[in-house]
C-alpha cells in the first residue's frame, strides 16, 4: 500500500516563497509520473508540476513554469515543490500524487493521494 504524506506550505506574501514535502511510503516504480496538483475554492483539481520518478525529468503547467520547481529525493522516497515568486491565484490546496504509468495531467489517472495542505497567498 502506498502512502504520501505532506508538509510544508501555509501563509506567505505576494512575492515570497513556500517550499512542499511529499514522503512515499511503500514502493514507487521507475515508471511512475509523480505529480502536484492544486483545488481553488470552488474549482477542479488541476495539474501544476510532476516529476518522472525513473529519469527525473520534470513537467509544468504553463503560469508557474519559471517559478515552481519539482524534484525528487529518490534515497528518501521524497519529491518537493519549490515554489517562488508566489502570487494571489496561487492560492490553493495543494496536493501530491502518483501514477504508476507515465506522465499525464489528469488527475484522475493518479492512484494514489497525499492529504493536501492549504497555501496562502497574500496580497
Known amino acids: 500500500q502506498v502512502q504520501l504524506v505532506q508538509s510544508g506550505g501555509g501563509l506567505v506574501q505576494v512575492g515570497g516563497s513556500l517550499r512542499l514535502t511529499c514522503v512515499v511510503s511503500g514502493r514507487i516504480f521507475n515508471t511512475s509520473f509523480m505529480g502536484w496538483f492544486r483545488q481553488a475554492p470552488g474549482a477542479e483539481e488541476t495539474f501544476v508540476g510532476g516529476i518522472n520518478w525513473g529519469d527525473g525529468n520534470t513537467n509544468y503547467t504553463d503560469p508557474v513554469k519559471g517559478r515552481f520547481t519539482v524534484s525528487r529525493d529518490t534515497a528518501k522516497n521524497t519529491m518537493y515543490l519549490q515554489m517562488n515568486s508566489l502570487k494571489p491565484e496561487d492560492t490553493a490546496v495543494y496536493y501530491c500524487?502518483?501514477?504508476?504509468?507515465?506522465?499525464?495531467?489528469?488527475?484522475?489517472?493518479?492512484?494514489?493521494w497525499g492529504q493536501g495542505t492549504q497555501d496562502t497567498v497574500s496580497s
Open positions: 500524487a502518483v501514477h504508476r504509468g507515465g506522465y499525464t495531467t489528469m488527475y484522475t489517472s493518479y492512484e494514489n
